[in-house]
């Protein structure tokens, strides 16, 4: 799923799994923009993942894309049990219009504590 939500488990007899998403949690968000120079770029895809607990299992994760079309900002909000931490990291794949990417990177890893990102700094 692509929900960053931590499940909670509803404790009534049912015949089927039930996920109740809870808005109890203090909320990690961070905005996402992407300002790139569209005639060179054709698509970014963002991978934000945030590890709302120490250890590799506990990790809230959402996927984004922007193209010119669709280049609003777009908002990661995961569930934040500890407010110490912030760090959300990023995975980020750059498509390039034919012949368009120069000495560009096709792949970047980042990690931010902001609440704000412009992917196109880092490209």
């Given at each position: ?94 498509t390039y219009q034919p012949g368009r990417q120069g000495d560009k990177p096709e792949y970047v890893q980042t990690s931010t504590v902001q609440d704000d990102i412009d992917i196109a700094n880092l490209?």
């Amino acid at each position: 799923a692509n929900s960053p939500h931590i499940p909670a488990v509803l404790s009534e007899p049912t015949s089927q799994d039930v996920y109740l998403f809870s808005s109890l949690y203090h909320q990690r968000v961070l905005t996402l923009s992407a300002n790139m120079d569209w005639q060179q770029v054709e698509m970014v895809l963002v991978s934000a993942s945030y590890a709302y607990r120490p250890g590799d299992d506990d990790i809230l994760q959402q996927v984004f894309q922007f193209t010119e079309s669709d280049a609003a900002p777009q908002r990661f909000s995961a569930d934040q049990l500890d407010p110490q931490r912030l760090s959300v990291d990023l995975e980020i794949w750059f498509t390039y219009q034919p012949g368009r990417q120069g000495d560009k990177p096709e792949y970047v890893q980042t990690s931010t504590v902001q609440d704000d990102i412009d992917i196109a700094n880092l490209n």
